[in-house]
């Protein structure tokens, strides 16, 4: 019951944050997400929680589809064709691991995605912390 109160609260702190947030930080909120499902994921793999991880890898890639969606092809030409070939990439690779139970896989997309998010704080720091 506490933990469904708990759960309650964390989704309406991130819809405020969200609906405040301008769209740099968006990207990160939603990589910083993935990276958090990832280890979540990783967690349920170690433990043998098969229907847990299963739940944490959907939301995994929903995330990576969001990120592929919200890529605009015309203006960001090179970069963005190479992100959304990357999580194309990453999507694949968590599928199998789902399948195979591979955290090396796991562990795979979270460098990946990590150093997305290192070059997108790079790139804007002061518009993605709100400084």
């Not at 990207?27 to 910083?32: A, G, N, Q, T, V």
């Not at 795979?108 to 720091?125: D, Q």
Request: charged fraction near 20%; hydrophobic fraction near 40%; glycine fraction near 10%.
């Amino acid at each position: 019951m506490m933990n469904n109160g708990l759960n309650a609260y964390q989704q309406a702190k991130t819809q405020a944050q969200a609906a405040a947030a301008s769209p740099h930080r968006l990207i990160l909120m939603l990589l910083d997400g993935l990276l958090d499902n990832l280890t979540r994921a990783r967690g349920f793999m170690e433990r043998g929680q098969v229907e847990q991880k299963g739940q944490m890898i959907t939301k995994c890639l929903d995330i990576l589809q969001g990120l592929s969606a919200i890529l605009d092809m015309e203006k960001g030409g090179e970069v963005a064709t190479e992100l959304y070939r990357l999580y194309d990439y990453c999507g694949r690779r968590l599928f199998e691991a789902n399948a195979q139970n591979s955290i090396e896989m796991v562990d795979e997309v979270s460098g990946l995605i990590s150093e997305i998010r290192e070059g997108w704080l790079a790139l804007h720091p002061s518009k993605v912390t709100g400084q």
